[in-house]
């Protein structure tokens, strides 16, 4: 019967487990590879494709690789089926690193996605693309930022707030300024929840940029009490070092109080000890310690360790500079600061209540400063964890201050189920906060401490006592009469003693020994008792700290001097059984009493120190031994001498090393009165307080008032570290792509704009390699025009496209409520596009077609340097890009290089070779012919360059190289052999030079463009400056239309001189102001080397003859990542004054 039961509930149990799993996807782990998994994702049935990615994910949830999936994973990232899609990015996001070739497939996808009426698609198609960390399509996630920061959706936009924190991890400098600008703009929203993810951004984004919190700080205080509990926790501490930085400390605040009280401190002779209290003298539980509270003030300000390494050479006198102080009455911004954390103060988050009590701890006034004490005493109900996080911050609080807690210490007692850790805590508080009123029933509670079974924490308890004694100096004689009680109960116990017991009493004996410090004539009797135990106390630690008692108290009365023939006698017989530190107490007691020793007693003491130190040069540890070589030199003429009395007597007969002795130990331990203290303070609620040391990331408090604040700016509009239009680019490296979006405007929570892609966007980047040498030479005057203006008119139906101003000017107002049309205008990102080209082709409809003659003589491309003479040996190597196409592999590159002997030394056997290369390059045996084709698979890195045998002082000579560079942005590592030398140089890349001139006239030009919209098209702006210095060198009779064909050939030629591109076609617009340029286009083609796709580039111009002309820059490129690099590339060029 008993069988069958049991075989009745194992059924009765597996039939429950099969009932709570149905529904779920519990059996996905049981045998993952039960099903066939590749035909499921081939599948045309959403359910199947869900199966078998739930099963991949499962795999990788137990650790299996997966990645071999991953093709056919990318081909379903555009399946219309919202958890497909869910799934498929969450595959993407484990092995996009892995495999980041396949990945780059989807983002084509992804920014499809984002235009999806959906605002979850739009969310996780962010998410997904911002986890892909590629450097090569940071350009992408930035303009996708850019976007979703403008989204009607609350939760579009809070992704994009989480998302600028992947793209600051790229280490993007030369984006750094537009994403600081998308904070900017976020940091501005109405949502509680994107305000809360967008000050998490800003503090690991830009955290000094507290410019960008100045423009929004009121409204950032009001809906503070709003924003999830973590992003409270970041906003909180930005708006505190914001309030520093912009108004300083606040007067009367515990920041400042030490500075009040130098004058009074100054003006006192007699100090009170060091912890004594500043205020109501007649109870140490006063209101605060000033000097602790001017420690935790500048380590809050200054750091603990820059602070504590200049403590050494600081006056301790030196007050703080008060001068840039402000007042919590009369400041709105510290007002409105404190009333919007005050609720926070009562959260059911920990660290939220934490942070909260550390902005009133630090700005609030010290009347007012109480208001945190309830709230951290309710968080002491919490877990253990918790607990012992608040104990940590209110340990600081009740050193500084102590007054706060005082009427709480009952709150402060033990409870049996604490940590250890939270225990010594409590006794840690409890000795800082006791007073006179409170000490009884303190030390009752100590009392039962002692006698529990964990012996560390009772060893704790007894130097909390000490802690008590030294703060209240009128129970100092009950807290020595119970030491000593305790120290002599705990010294009977010397069998089966251990580690824990030891400590007990060992901590007891010092704190007798602190307390013996205060006033050690009134004490002689405590250390008789001590030394008459001496032979029931077994501790080391313990016994030599009553020997060194005994040597330096020798003479404070008549009892010990008598006992000390006898206890020297007994420490001799014992001195091969104690331990080091015991010996090390013995040898300097001898010598100390020595020194004070008179009358007849000397005689002994000379013959067992003289005992003694024999033995100690005998002994095993190196310590005493090497002690008692250096005591028995400096005491030999007292040991030997039968005149002691006499020595010590008559001063002329002393010697140096009476002298030497006397100075070492002759003199009485005095109590430092004004040591200064080395507590390491760090800022409330933070981790390093926890761990006492700066942890990663941490960052003390801004310099008060060090942020210039200009109220007559306008920060809506302004970004610190982003130009205006007018500031150009200047020395760019070929591999620069400085992408500086200015992406401006802002919107309510449920109010948008119409979006364009083609997007105001400003490039800032000032800084470029200094390598750069322009070669060119101005284009010759005398060369004859290079554009001929023909007198036929063109009627062109896309005329209006390249006349387009490409401004987002289609916007529907920041009043205007969010519809269905507004939503509609916004997901098409060409609405705005096309609404304004209707708008200018409607005035301005006449173009005139120019032609163009050949330009390729005039064409000059930059040089760059490779190697300069100074690091050469006097070899200087310069390149320039070539517009020829390579014989090998359209896949290569080709580089004239020069080779130029600066020395007075002739050169040999110059050669430049791969510099991961581990063949020889002198070998041949794998040379590849320039006059044969090879396969893409086959394509060498370098084709191996003629060496050059000779090169004579002052003499140049060029070659021509052929290299497959690795990505267009990554620069080549080569080495360059000269004279039997090496030098490692690096060749960088320049994009514009990727592509091969496509020719082609307007009208394949318009069919090719007109099937690469939307993800396809890529446009910036940027100012164009080359042509207003010759334009003021002309004669003012010059007609107007020269000007306009000066303007056509600067522009072409400086295309053509950075890029390798065939120009189309150029039109200008036909007006009545002859000195307007708007709407004059000029088109160029190209071919992307590595897979033939057609690039197409159009530039448009807006404004006068006379001024900076606005340029818009548009690129139509199926290859996303290559179209936005080289977009950039040309906006840099363009911007960059011709020298």
């Not at 000490?439 to 401490?449: P, T, V, W």
Request: hydrophobic share 40%; aromatic share 6%; net charge negative.
């Amino acid at each position: 019967m008993f069988s069958q039961f049991g075989a009745t509930a194992e059924s009765l149990s597996k039939a429950s487990t099969m009932v709570f799993r149905i529904g779920t996807d519990a059996h996905l782990y049981d045998d993952p590879d039960d099903v066939s998994i590749s035909p499921l994702l081939d599948s045309k049935f959403d359910s199947e494709k869900c199966e078998a990615l739930k099963r991949l994910l499962a795999l990788i949830a137990q650790g299996f690789d997966v990645s071999s999936y991953f093709p056919q994973v990318v081909k379903n990232v555009a399946s219309q089926s919202l958890e497909v899609k869910k799934l498929v990015y969450l595959y993407l996001l484990h092995y996009a690193e892995k495999r980041p070739n396949e990945a780059l497939l989807s983002i084509n996808c992804f920014q499809k996605d984002l235009g999806d009426p959906n605002p979850l698609v739009r969310a996780r198609a962010l998410r997904t693309l911002a986890g892909i960390r590629l450097h090569v399509i940071a350009p992408i996630i930035l303009m996708a930022v850019g976007k979703c920061a403008r989204d009607p959706s609350v939760y579009v936009r809070k992704c994009a707030a989480n998302a600028l924190s992947k793209l600051h991890d790229l280490r993007l400098e030369e984006h750094t300024a537009s994403i600081e600008e998308i904070v900017g703009i976020l940091l501005n929203d109405n949502s509680p929840g994107v305000v809360g993810a967008a000050a998490a951004s800003f503090a690991s984004v830009c955290p000094n940029n507290l410019s960008l919190i100045g423009r929004n700080y009121r409204k950032l205080c009001e809906i503070l009490p709003d924003v999830e509990e973590w992003g409270q926790i970041v906003l909180v501490g930005i708006l505190l070092r914001y309030v520093v930085a912009k108004h300083g400390l606040v007067e009367g605040s515990i920041m400042l109080y030490s500075c009040s009280l130098v004058k009074y401190n100054s003006e006192r002779e007699d100090l009170k000890p060091r912890l004594a209290m500043t205020e109501n003298p007649d109870d140490v539980g006063g209101e605060i310690c000033s000097e602790i509270a001017d420690v935790v003030s500048r380590s809050y300000l200054e750091g603990p360790e820059k602070y504590l390494s200049r403590l050494s050479c600081m006056d301790k006198n030196t007050s703080m500079d008060i001068s840039h102080s402000t007042s919590s009455k009369s400041n709105d911004d510290v007002k409105i600061l404190l009333q919007c954390t005050s609720p926070l103060l009562w959260s059911h988050n920990s660290a939220v209540v934490l942070a909260a009590a550390g902005v009133h701890w630090i700005m609030a006034p010290k009347e007012d400063v109480k208001k945190i004490v309830k709230p951290l005493l309710f968080l002491l109900r919490s877990s253990n964890a918790s607990k012992y996080v608040v104990l940590c911050n209110i340990q600081v609080f009740a050193k500084a201050m102590p007054s706060l807690f005082v009427p709480h210490f009952e709150n402060f007692f033990v409870n049996s189920s604490d940590s250890y850790q939270v225990k010594a805590l409590k006794l840690e508080i409890l000795s800082s906060i006791a007073t006179y009123s409170s000490i009884s029933a303190i030390f009752l509670e100590f009392q039962d401490y002692i006698r529990d079974q964990d012996r560390r924490f009772a060893a704790d308890t007894v130097a909390a006592i000490g802690l008590c004694s030294q703060r209240l100096p009128d129970v100092a004689k009950t807290c020595l009469e119970g030491l000593l009680a305790l120290a002599l109960s705990e010294s009977s116990n010397k069998n089966g003693a251990s580690a824990d017991e030891e400590a007990v009493l060992v901590q007891a004996i010092n704190s007798i020994k602190t307390i013996i410090k205060q006033d050690p004539p009134s004490h002689e009797k405590v250390i008789v008792s001590l030394v008459r135990s001496l032979d029931s106390i077994w501790a080391p630690a313990a016994r030599a700290m009553i020997i060194w008692m005994v040597g330096e108290y020798n003479n404070i009365g008549g009892v010990i001097s008598k006992i000390l023939p006898t206890l020297f006698s007994y420490l001799a017989g014992r001195f091969t059984l104690e331990a080091a530190e015991t010996k090390l107490q013995i040898l300097n007691a001898c010598a100390k009493v020595l020194l004070r020793a008179k009358g007849e007693d000397i005689s002994i003491l000379k013959k067992i120190a003289g005992y003694l130190l024999e033995l100690a040069k005998c002994d095993i540890s190196y310590d005493v031994r090497d002690r008692a070589r250096i005591m028995s030199n400096l005491l030999s003429h007292l040991i030997g001498s039968p005149y002691l009395e006499e020595v010590q007597d008559k001063p002329e007969i002393k010697d140096l090393s009476y002298v030497l002795i006397e100075s070492i130990f002759g003199g009485q331990t005095k109590l430092p009165s004004s040591e200064p203290l080395s507590y390491r303070f760090y800022l409330p609620g933070s981790l390093s307080q926890i761990v006492l040391h700066a942890a990663p990331g941490y960052e003390p408090l801004p310099e008060p008032c060090s942020l210039i604040y200009d109220e007559s700016c306008n920060f809506s509009t302004d970004v610190q570290g982003i130009k205006s239009p007018g500031v150009g680019v200047a020395h760019n490296e070929p591999n620069e792509n400085d992408d500086s979006e200015a992406v401006s405007g802002s919107l309510d929570e449920e109010n948008t704009s119409d979006y364009s892609s083609q997007e105001s966007m400003i490039g800032s980047s000032e800084s470029g390699g200094s390598y750069i040498s322009r070669s060119a030479s101005d284009v010759n005057d005398n060369a004859g025009p290079l554009i001929h203006l023909s007198d036929a008119d063109l009627i062109h139906g896309n005329g209006a496209e390249v006349s387009e101003e490409n401004d987002p000017s289609g916007s529907n107002g920041a009043d205007e409520l969010m519809s269905k049309g507004a939503l509609e205008s916004w997901l098409d990102e060409n609405s705005g596009l096309n609404q304004n080209s209707s708008d200018i082709s409607h005035v301005r409809k006449s173009l005139a077609r120019i032609s163009i003659k050949d330009i390729g003589g005039l064409v000059k491309p930059k040089s760059y340097t490779l190697l300069d003479p100074a690091n050469g040996n006097g070899l200087h190597v310069d390149y320039i890009f070539s517009s020829e196409v390579s014989s090998v592999s359209p896949q290569l590159v080709c580089l004239h290089i020069s080779f130029r002997n600066c020395s007075k030394e002739p050169m040999s056997d110059i050669l430049l070779f791969e510099g991961e290369s581990d063949r020889s390059p002198d070998s041949s045996d794998q040379s590849v012919s320039e006059s044969s084709p090879v396969s893409r698979s086959e394509v060498p890195t370098l084709v191996p360059m003629e060496e050059i045998e000779n090169l004579e002082p002052g003499q140049t000579m060029k070659r021509i190289l052929q290299v497959r560079f690795q990505h267009h942005l990554l620069p080549l590592k080569l080495v360059l052999v000269s004279n039997g030398r090496k030098h490692l140089v690096k060749l960088r890349p320049d994009i514009g030079y990727f592509v091969k001139p496509l020719p082609m006239d307007i009208e394949e030009f318009s069919n090719k463009e007109s099937r690469l919209p939307g993800m396809f098209e890529y446009t910036r702006r940027c100012t164009f400056t080359d042509h207003i210095s010759e334009l003021n060198d002309k004669n003012e009779s010059s007609l107007v239309k020269d000007n306009f064909l000066l303007i056509c050939e600067k522009l072409a030629l400086k295309m053509l001189s950075n890029a390798n591109l065939f120009l189309v076609s150029v039109e200008m617009p036909v007006a009545a102001n002859l000195d307007d340029l708007s709407g004059l286009c000029l088109r160029f083609s190209g071919e992307i080397l590595s897979n033939s796709m057609p690039c197409l580039i159009t530039l448009t111009l807006k404004g006068t003859c006379s001024e900076p002309l606005d340029v818009s820059v548009k690129i139509n490129c199926e290859e996303t990542v290559f179209g936005l690099n080289l977009l950039n590339r040309i906006v840099n060029f363009l911007a960059e004054p011709t020298p």
